[in-house]
């Protein structure tokens, strides 16, 4: 078993849609949560964290996490073409030191 | 600098040759890490340093790598002997704290091991 597992994808929604990525890891020590979006070619960027079980809204983004569940998922609301791209969930492990990540599920946003 | 640097962006080598990838942090950022992309993959992490010391090298593949931040600040990933399963794009990433998961990419190095 992988230790952060994302569906590859690709995640195909129409403009303007919620968009809902999920996210499932391994570690029940885990204690920090990160959303990255990596456009094609480019390095990851922060969009979103998350440390505590429950919502967390940010603009267009809300996080969820369900510690009990060792789940994690990111919502976009209103999505634009902007957004397509690939989401990687990011999961702190190793005593805080260091991230895992998923393999990222692709975004692609349609007119 | 503005940004996490990285240089080169892309090399390509020969089987069996060494490299040298070199990563400049935000300056004031005190936690460095190498991470390496595979196509299709997430970052998979390799090294951490808090300051100078690497603090958490449990990633390296192998001891045909190594990594140096002599001085705190710059640091050099080092591979010796390349394989072409060495190919991949190198990516450093910096943060104020160790125990920060906010991590600040620079653009990659891409090797390419013929």
């Known amino acids: 078993q992988k230790e952060v597992e994302q569906n590859s994808g690709p995640l195909s929604v129409p403009e303007g849609a919620i968009a809902s990525l999920n996210c499932t890891y391994s570690d029940r020590g885990s204690q920090s949560f990160f959303w990255y979006r990596q456009y094609s070619g480019k390095s990851p960027e922060l969009i979103m964290f998350?440390?505590?079980?429950g919502d967390k809204e940010d603009g267009r983004f809300t996080a969820q996490l369900n510690k009990a569940s060792q789940y994690v998922s990111l919502l976009i609301r209103d999505s634009q073409p902007s957004d397509s791209a690939t989401y990687l969930c990011?999961?702190?492990?190793?005593?805080?030191?260091?991230?895992?990540f998923g393999t990222g599920t692709q975004l692609k946003v349609e007119l | 600098g503005a940004g996490v640097s990285q240089t080169p962006s892309n090399k390509v080598t020969e089987k069996g040759k060494y490299v040298e990838l070199r990563c400049d942090p935000i300056s004031g950022h005190t936690a460095l890490y190498w991470y390496r992309q595979s196509l299709g993959q997430g970052p998979e992490f390799l090294i951490y340093?808090?300051?100078?010391?690497?603090?958490?090298d449990s990633g390296l593949p192998n001891d045909r790598f190594f990594a140096v931040r002599p001085e705190g600040s710059v640091s050099t990933l080092k591979i010796q002997r390349t394989e072409r399963g060495d190919s991949a794009v190198y990516l450093c990433?910096?943060?104020?704290?160790?125990?920060?998961?906010?991590?600040?990419f620079g653009e990659g190095s891409r090797l390419t091991v013929l």
């Open positions: 998350i440390y505590s079980n």
């Open positions: 340093f808090q300051g100078t010391g690497a603090a958490d």
């Open positions: 990433a910096s943060s104020l704290a160790g125990s920060s998961g906010e991590l600040f």
């Open positions: 990011a999961v702190q492990t190793g005593g805080g030191n260091k991230l895992t």
